[in-house]
């Protein structure tokens, strides 16, 4: 069991409305991410499911039944805190058994439900350290024990890992997600950070503003964003976006071929274009940089080197409009040089004016082996 649903749920504090009527369903033994900016509700979503707090309207269900007004003790679930919320007085023995001797737990049990925690998370020899002891990532671990000891099917998370460095949230993502697997359980993460998102969760849910943008897999939020803000929260750098008025001053410059050689994207903007401002999306690492005068001409201005590819950032003339563009080659440019930009029709994203993205024209009627070509 571990199958969690929120009906129409809705929760203000004063005149400030933070969830507006969202409907979630997290399925049985899934790992299930909440994402989202600072204030968007992903916490208050999460300490609504929790029992901390009470949703204004809606319902909360937790395998078929309605938890709305009950207490956090009767819901069945487990809570992992991004501030780790462990006792600085007792040891860790002590932190991790503490709720099964609130709940009067037999002492027999107590000990066989610590060795599998203690084995399952790496703890041996520091259960007698105090917190003061231990290092970030320990303390991360003796938090995810004391959830785990209970061993209910649902575990809360809230931001876990935003206090470690670096290569300890790599090293903990991998063992969350593992230990996840290994038991079964239903996980609903909260964090701000797509790098955990895109690599931990089966499914994404996120949230604007109190509302959710788009939810799925990682895939789909990355390859089809339903809207521009999800396309440039998910991705780093994030999608290019040009309206209508900067594709507008380029059509003399480039355009869309079919086989036929006709300006079928041209037309299709144009189409689009009739009454509404629209706008296209481009992945960074879908532009193709080059030197042979095809596509729409650019100078660079600035270069992030990551290692294995560098980021370019190309001013378009005109308006001088700034793209991000990913290429794998290293030291090839330098700050100045001018260059020209494509890419292939089936990477081109349509979004209406709205923000969200135009079913119709969106890999439907793009050929896949074009790209754009300077127009005669």
């Given at each position: 069991?571990?199958?969690?649903?929120?009906?129409?749920?809705?929760?203000?504090?004063?005149?400030?409305?933070?969830?507006?009527?969202?409907?979630?369903?997290?399925e049985?033994?899934?790992?299930?991410?909440?994402?989202?900016?600072?204030?968007?509700?992903?916490?208050?979503?999460?300490?609504?499911?929790?029992?901390?707090?009470?949703?204004?309207?809606?319902?909360i269900?937790?395998?078929?039944?309605?938890?709305?007004?009950?207490?956090?003790?009767?819901?069945?679930?487990?809570?992992?805190?991004?501030?780790?919320?462990?006792?600085?007085?007792?040891?860790?023995?002590?932190?991790?058994?503490?709720?099964?001797r609130?709940?009067?737990v037999?002492?027999?049990?107590?000990?066989?439900?610590?060795?599998?925690?203690?084995?399952?998370?790496?703890?041996?020899?520091?259960?007698?350290?105090?917190?003061?002891?231990?290092?970030?990532?320990?303390?991360?671990?003796?938090?995810?024990?004391?959830?785990?000891?209970?061993?209910?099917?649902?575990?809360?998370?809230?931001?876990?890992?935003?206090?470690?460095?670096?290569?300890?949230r790599?090293?903990?993502?991998?063992?969350?997600?593992?230990?996840?697997?290994?038991?079964?359980?239903?996980?609903?993460?909260?964090?701000?950070?797509?790098?955990?998102?895109?690599?931990?969760?089966?499914?994404?849910?996120?949230?604007?503003?109190?509302?959710?943008?788009?939810?799925?897999?990682?895939?789909?939020?990355?390859?089809?964003?339903?809207?521009?803000?999800?396309?440039?929260?998910?991705?780093?750098?994030?999608?290019?976006?040009?309206?209508?008025?900067?594709?507008?001053?380029?059509?003399?410059?480039?355009?869309?071929?079919?086989?036929?050689?006709?300006?079928?994207l041209?037309?299709?903007?144009?189409d689009?274009?009739?009454?509404?401002?629209?706008?296209?999306?481009?992945?960074?690492?879908?532009?193709?940089?080059?030197?042979?005068?095809?596509?729409?001409?650019?100078?660079?201005?600035?270069?992030?080197?990551?290692?294995?590819?560098?980021?370019?950032?190309?001013?378009?003339?005109?308006?001088?409009?700034?793209?991000?563009?990913?290429?794998?080659?290293?030291?090839?440019?330098?700050?100045?040089?001018?260059?020209?930009?494509?890419?292939?029709?089936?990477n081109?994203?349509?979004?209406?004016?709205?923000?969200?993205?135009?079913?119709?024209?969106?890999?439907?009627?793009?050929?896949?082996?074009?790209?754009?070509?300077?127009?005669?």
């Amino acid at each position: 069991m571990g199958k969690i649903e929120l009906i129409n749920i809705s929760k203000s504090f004063g005149n400030k409305q933070v969830i507006s009527n969202i409907n979630i369903t997290v399925e049985e033994g899934s790992f299930t991410v909440l994402l989202g900016s600072s204030g968007c509700g992903k916490t208050t979503t999460l300490r609504m499911v929790s029992g901390l707090e009470k949703p204004d309207s809606g319902k909360i269900i937790i395998d078929g039944k309605d938890v709305t007004n009950k207490d956090s003790s009767k819901r069945g679930i487990s809570m992992v805190f991004q501030s780790y919320a462990l006792f600085p007085h007792l040891n860790v023995k002590d932190n991790i058994l503490f709720g099964l001797r609130v709940r009067k737990v037999n002492k027999q049990e107590q000990k066989i439900k610590l060795q599998r925690v203690e084995e399952l998370l790496g703890l041996d020899g520091i259960l007698n350290c105090k917190p003061s002891q231990l290092s970030g990532g320990q303390k991360q671990r003796v938090a995810l024990a004391r959830a785990l000891v209970a061993e209910h099917s649902i575990c809360l998370m809230d931001e876990p890992l935003s206090n470690l460095d670096a290569e300890l949230r790599h090293k903990m993502r991998i063992e969350i997600k593992s230990i996840q697997k290994r038991l079964g359980i239903t996980v609903l993460y909260v964090t701000h950070d797509q790098i955990e998102a895109m690599s931990m969760a089966d499914h994404i849910i996120l949230l604007n503003d109190g509302k959710i943008e788009q939810q799925g897999t990682h895939y789909s939020l990355y390859d089809r964003p339903e809207t521009i803000f999800a396309a440039k929260f998910i991705g780093t750098p994030p999608m290019n976006i040009l309206d209508k008025d900067e594709m507008t001053l380029l059509n003399d410059e480039i355009m869309l071929s079919n086989k036929s050689n006709d300006k079928i994207l041209q037309f299709n903007f144009l189409d689009i274009a009739s009454e509404n401002q629209w706008y296209i999306g481009i992945r960074p690492e879908d532009i193709v940089v080059n030197k042979s005068q095809e596509g729409i001409k650019g100078k660079i201005v600035f270069q992030h080197y990551l290692g294995s590819d560098t980021i370019l950032g190309i001013q378009i003339k005109r308006k001088n409009e700034l793209l991000s563009a990913r290429i794998r080659d290293k030291n090839i440019y330098n700050n100045g040089d001018i260059v020209w930009i494509n890419w292939l029709e089936e990477n081109t994203h349509i979004f209406d004016s709205n923000g969200k993205r135009e079913k119709k024209y969106n890999q439907t009627s793009l050929n896949k082996d074009k790209k754009f070509k300077k127009a005669s």
